[in-house]
C-alpha cells in the first residue's frame, strides 16, 4: 500500500503545539518570580551570550518559539504556501534538509550580528523563498512554476527586508542569512523532477520501472505542478491534465493508478469533475 505524508503540515503542527504550551506555561512562575515563559525564550532562543555559554543548541529550538499570535499565525501561513511546493518540488528527505538548514543557518547569522535574542522560523521561511527564487532562474525550470518562482518573488523579498529594517524587533540578519543560504541551495540541488528524467534516461534501456515506482514517479512530478496551476482553468492546465491522463493509462496496474488519482485529488489538486473524468480511462 502506498502511503503519503506532509512534512509541513507535521513542521506547522510542532510549531503550534510548542507555542501553545510556551503561552500556558507563562501562567506559571520560576526563581524569583520570572515566568516559565520567559525562561523558555531565554534558553531556547538563540542570542550570542547564549552561544558563548554553550547552549549550542538554540539555533534549533529558536525555530520553534514564537513570540506572539500574529508572529506564529504569520510565519506558518508563509510555511504552509511555501512548504508544499518546495516540498512537492525536491521530495520531502530534501525538504526537510533545506528547512534546518537553513533555519539554523539564519539563526547563526542572527547572534552573529545581534545581541538581542531572536526566535521563530522566519530564518528557514526565508530559505524557502530563497530556494524557490533561484530555482525559478534556472532554464529547466518548468513553465508551470515559473508563476511562483524566480524574481516573481523578488517584490516579497523586497517588501519584507524593507519591513525588517524599518520595524523594530524583526531580525532581519536572520532573514537574509536563511535567504542566502537558501538561494545557494536552490542553485546547485536537483529538483525531484530533473532526478527523475536523469534516472529515466539510464534505466529504461536495462531495467521496466514496476506500477509502484512509475506511480512515485508520476506524484513526484504531478503534485508541484497540479499545486502551481491550482484553481486554473488555462490551456496549460488542460494540456498537463491530458499528460496525467496518458501516463495513468500506461499504468499495468488499475488499483495503483487509482491510488494516485485519489492522492492527486485529496490533496484538492484537481476538481471532482477531472477525477471522475480521469477515473474512466483507468
Do not use: C
Amino acid at each position: 500500500m502506498i502511503r503519503f505524508r506532509s512534512a509541513t503540515i507535521t513542521l506547522i503542527t510542532i510549531n503550534v503545539i510548542v507555542y501553545l504550551f510556551v503561552m500556558i506555561m507563562g501562567i506559571f512562575r520560576g526563581p524569583q518570580g520570572i515566568s516559565y515563559r520567559d525562561l523558555i525564550t531565554v534558553y531556547g532562543g538563540v542570542s550570542r551570550f547564549a552561544l558563548s555559554n554553550g547552549l549550542i543548541y538554540t539555533p534549533l529550538t529558536a525555530l520553534f518559539l514564537h513570540g506572539n499570535l500574529m508572529h506564529i499565525l504569520f510565519n506558518m501561513w508563509a510555511l504552509f504556501q511555501l512548504g508544499h511546493v518546495v516540498e512537492g518540488v525536491y521530495g520531502t528527505r530534501w525538504y526537510l534538509f533545506f528547512y534546518f538548514a537553513t533555519g539554523i543557518s539564519g539563526s547563526l547569522s542572527a547572534a552573529a550580528f545581534s545581541n538581542a535574542i531572536t526566535i521563530g522560523s522566519s530564518s528557514a521561511i526565508f530559505g524557502l523563498v530563497g530556494i524557490l527564487f533561484t530555482l525559478g532562474l534556472k532554464n529547466d525550470t518548468p513553465v508551470a512554476l515559473r508563476s511562483i518562482t524566480g524574481y516573481s518573488l523578488l517584490p516579497i523579498i523586497l517588501i519584507n527586508l524593507f519591513l525588517g529594517f524599518s520595524i523594530p524587533g524583526i531580525s532581519n540578519a536572520a532573514h537574509i542569512g536563511g535567504l542566502v543560504v537558501g538561494a545557494i541551495i536552490g542553485w546547485f540541488a536537483k529538483p525531484a523532477y530533473a532526478r527523475f528524467a536523469r534516472s529515466r534516461r539510464v534505466y529504461t534501456k536495462v531495467k521496466e520501472k514496476s506500477p509502484e515506482e512509475t506511480s512515485r514517479d508520476i506524484l513526484v512530478k504531478y503534485i508541484p505542478l497540479l499545486n502551481a496551476l491550482k484553481d486554473d482553468r488555462s490551456e496549460e492546465r488542460t494540456v498537463r491534465v491530458a499528460q496525467l491522463r496518458s501516463e495513468l493509462s500506461s499504468l499495468r496496474d488499475q488499483e495503483i493508478a487509482s491510488k494516485v488519482l485519489w492522492e492527486l485529488y485529496r490533496r484538492d489538486l484537481i476538481s471532482q469533475e477531472e477525477f471522475e473524468r480521469l477515473r474512466k480511462f483507468l
